[in-house]
T-cell receptor, first 111, second 115 residues
Framework: QKEVEQDPGPLSVPEGAIVSLNCTYS??????FMWYRQYSRKGPELLMY????GNKEDGRFTAQVDKSSKYISLFIRDSQPSDSATYLC???????????FGGGTRVLVKP | DTGVSQDPRHKITKRGQNVTFRCDPI?????LYWYRQTLGQGPEFLTY????????KSRLLSDRFSAERPKGSFSTLEIQRTEQGDSAMYLC?????????????FGEGSWLTVV
């Protein structure tokens, strides 16, 4: 079983809808949690970064971390076709340490 | 700030040949990472440098793989005697130990196809 699990999708939503993404993990040592967006044949782009449990908002993006449940979420409000991409969750145990990624969720936002 | 730069972006090679990828991290980033990503999967950690020291290597990094970071600047990843299973995207990332020390930026990747 992988340390970080993520539904591969695809998740298809109409433009303007809220996109809800999540990951579960098994290792309680993870302290830092990130979400990356990856377009086809491109490198991952950092979207959100949170430390420990709690919520963080940045524009249309909200990240939530529930360490007691080992569950993290990313919400995208007012989704746009340009949000169509693969979303990767990632986490590490200490600042600067290697990241452990989920397998990614493919999102399609239809006009 | 030009971002993490990787070269070449695409490489097609015959099985058994050696290939080398180069990564130039963001200026003044002292940490550098290599990951491998296959289609439909998330990136998998290969190795990590802090300055010129290679601090961690994954079990995925067989003895056919070698990474270097001379002088703590750019890094190279060499794959010897390539196999078809080496076909993947090789991603380089960098970060700084200043500030939060945990904002890790990725390059666009180097695609390897072994035929």
């Amino acid at each position: 079983q992988k340390e970080v699990e993520q539904d591969p999708g695809p998740l298809s939503v109409p433009e303007g809808a809220i996109v809800s993404l999540n990951c579960t993990y098994s290792n309680s040592a993870f302290q830092y949690f990130m979400w990356y967006r990856q377009y086809s044949r491109k490198g991952p782009e950092l979207l959100m970064y949170t430390y420990s449990s709690g919520n963080k908002e940045d524009g249309r993006f909200t990240a939530q971390v529930d360490k007691s449940s080992k569950y993290i979420s990313l919400f995208i409000r007012d989704s746009q076709p340009s949000d169509s991409a693969t979303y990767l969750c990632a986490m590490n145990k200490a600042a600067g340490n290697k990241l452990t990624f989920g397998g990614g969720t493919r999102v399609l936002v239809k006009p | 700030d030009t971002g993490v730069s990787q070269d070449p972006r695409h490489k097609i090679t015959k099985r058994g040949q050696n290939v080398t990828f180069r990564c130039d991290p963001i200026s003044e980033h002292n940490r550098l990472y290599w990951y491998r990503q296959t289609l439909g999967q998330g990136p998998e950690f290969l190795t990590y440098f802090q300055n010129e020291a290679q601090l961690e290597k994954s079990r995925l990094l067989s003895d056919r793989f070698s990474a270097e970071r001379p002088k703590g600047s750019f890094s190279t990843l060499e794959i010897q005697r390539t196999e078809q299973g080496d076909s993947a995207m090789y991603l380089c990332a960098s970060s700084s130990d200043r500030g939060s020390g945990n904002t890790i930026y990725f390059g666009e990747g180097s695609w390897l196809t072994v035929v």
